[in-house]
């Protein structure tokens, strides 16, 4: 029986990339029905809410979801499809692996990069309770729950040690916030105690932005709120090549869906010029989630390939090929 997944190609150049990360992740040989649902700023516009019912129901249909970007407005207009989407369906960890491709020449080849973020997904200043009191004066409410500490914590720590991964370091910053970032490190700390064989250590953010630029090979698995993770995470994309690299996964107890994390790009849309990478490795998750673990591998191993050959490359990562020619590549390796 086939996965049943659905496709949300977004706008701008995600429309390009899902079209690749799908012929990549059929190539594999995996059965997968796939169930595209369109998602556009002007569809949202159109319904007049950023999350149309008919995204929400496919979603809980196939439970399972391949996302391209979509277009936000800064500092106006409605509010983030992620957001919604990650609170409509409970996705409470935002994971990202971040870790060296071979072949790609960066500015810390020469250290071993792999490492993994958790960052919460519902809450903290992403809660959206916003409030002017008077004229030109804005107050938000950062929300820290011990439900959502607690259950990102236990998700991070049962990954750590399914994958044998060996530190847990939550970043906070409890030396100013006191009671929200205080309780998100207790409920931490109380995770830890029941997985004793997993190094646990704390790091205020701004520490770990200085320490992962010095010494990214330090970190292993970094456990923090919504805030810090969106930040954090995309410093650590730079790292390796940027967010036309790096997967991500928003996952929940019923749901779960793949994206690449970076934006919908309109500049370069409909060029063919854009790196499908991000959401092919983000695809890679999603098979792993569905539990096909060989295809999985086999699916990064040719995308690797590519990398390492080089001469397949796209424009941001020093190449000259087009989105098409590098989706070839792979499938090719694939085959």
């Known amino acids: 029986m086939p996965h049943k997944v659905t496709l ?39 319904h007049h809410e950023e999350l149309p019912a008919h995204v929400v129901e496919s979603i809980r249909r196939t439970r399972v979801g391949l996302k391209g970007p979509v277009t936000t407005p800064v500092a106006g207009g409605y509010t983030s499809v992620n957001v919604a989407l990650r609170k409509r369906l409970d996705l409470f960890a935002n994971v990202r692996p971040v870790r060296q491709l071979s072949g790609l020449r960066t500015r810390y080849s020469d250290v071993v990069i792999d490492m993994v973020i958790f960052r919460e997904n519902t809450e903290d200043l992403y809660a959206g309770l916003e409030h002017e009191v008077v004229t030109d004066v804005v107050t938000s409410l950062k929300v820290i729950t011990r439900t959502a500490s607690t259950r990102i914590s236990r998700h991070a720590f049962e990954y750590a040690r399914k994958m044998k991964r060996r530190r847990v370091t ?106 499908p990478t991000a959401i092919m490795m983000s695809g890679a ?51």
């Open 8 to 46: 949300i190609p977004g706008d701008g150049i995600g429309p390009e990339v899902a079209v690749a990360a799908m012929r990549a992740i059929d190539a594999t040989g995996v059965d997968i029905a796939w169930e595209r649902v369109e998602l556009t700023a002007d569809i949202i516009a159109a």
């Open 170 to 275: 939550a970043v906070h910053k409890a030396n100013i916030m006191k009671l929200g970032d205080g309780l998100f490190l207790r409920c931490a700390r109380e995770v830890a105690r029941g997985f004793p064989e997993i190094e646990y250590k704390e790091l205020i953010v701004d520490n770990t932005a200085m320490q992962m630029v010095m010494r990214p090979e330090q970190f292993d698995l970094l456990l923090m709120p919504n805030l810090y993770g969106d930040i954090i995470s995309d410093l650590a994309a730079g790292l390796v090549g940027g967010l036309g690299i790096v997967p991500g996964a928003n996952v929940g107890d019923e749901y779960a869906v793949f994206e690449a994390v970076h934006g919908s790009a309109p500049d370069i849309a409909g060029k063919g010029i854009a790196n």
């Open 285 to 335: 998750m999603m098979l792993d989630h569905l539990g096909e673990i060989d295809a999985a591998g086999r699916l990064r191993s040719a995308i690797e390939r590519v990398y390492q050959g080089g001469s397949h490359l796209t424009g941001d990562v020093g190449g000259t090929a087009s989105t098409a020619e590098f989706t070839d590549a792979v499938v090719r390796h694939l085959s």
